[in-house]
């Protein structure tokens, strides 16, 4: 079965520092990766998506960055957060097509 | 391109009574129609999903949806509401031209003892 693992659960940063969440999916192949963010009281907003290893689709501009090192791992990055930046953070993988699974999400606070 | 709009930003009911949650979208093909749910703090787990079967959709936890086509519409039911199933409710389309999801701005569902 497939299972797709994010973390960490909450992460607490000051303006500035560096960010790296991960994201790695198990039970699949070349998966569709994507990353999305929400802010509080709000819907989700596709920040990245990857159809193959190297392969980066990003729709918002902004500070952050993503990368697919492996066919089944999809990290996102900035060099130094901003306040604006706080959010709930999640990751989701789909196949041909079908339905996305998402994870669990990382909480991120950037104080 | 494609859209979502979820017409209610929060509906409230009391348990016991049904539940309609709206979702209207456009898309330029033959979409396929998903409705997620999250609660707190929480990833987003699927409910249900249309993808040009019937066009009435069976969920999890007595959840079902209706596609119709010419209203461009798949309003979320369920009959009797249960405490546990106050969260927030994503209606998503993807088009199957590609790989791109697009969400609705989500309703928050709050059930009344």
């Known amino acids: 079965s497939q299972t797709i693992h994010q973390w960490p659960a909450t992460l607490v940063q000051p303006v500035g520092s560096p960010l790296s969440l991960e994201c790695t999916v198990e039970g699949t192949s070349n998966p569709n990766l994507y990353w999305y963010r929400q802010a509080a009281g709000r819907g989700l907003q596709l920040l990245f998506y990857s159809v193959g290893i190297g392969q980066i689709s990003s729709e918002v501009p902004q500070n952050l960055s993503a990368s697919r090192p492996q066919d089944r791992q999809f990290i996102l990055s900035s060099k130094k957060l901003l306040l604006s930046d706080s959010g709930f953070y999640l990751c989701?993988?789909?196949?041909?097509?079908?339905?996305?699974?998402f994870g669990q999400g990382t909480r991120l606070t950037v104080v | 391109a494609q859209s979502v709009t979820q017409l209610d930003s929060h509906v409230s009911v009391s348990e016991g009574t049904p539940v309609l949650l709206r979702c209207n979208y456009s898309s330029s093909y033959s979409p396929s129609l998903f409705w997620y749910v999250q609660h707190p703090n929480k990833g987003l787990q699927l409910l249900l999903k249309y993808t040009s079967a019937a066009t009435l959709v069976k969920g999890i936890n007595g959840f079902e949806a209706e596609f119709k086509k010419s209203e461009t519409s798949f309003h979320l039911t369920k009959p009797s509401a249960h405490m546990s199933d106050a969260a927030e409710y994503f209606c998503v389309v993807r088009d199957n031209a590609g790989n791109m999801l697009t969400f609705g701005g989500g309703t928050r569902l709050m059930v009344k003892p």
């Open positions: 989701a993988w789909s196949v041909d097509g079908a339905e996305a699974f």
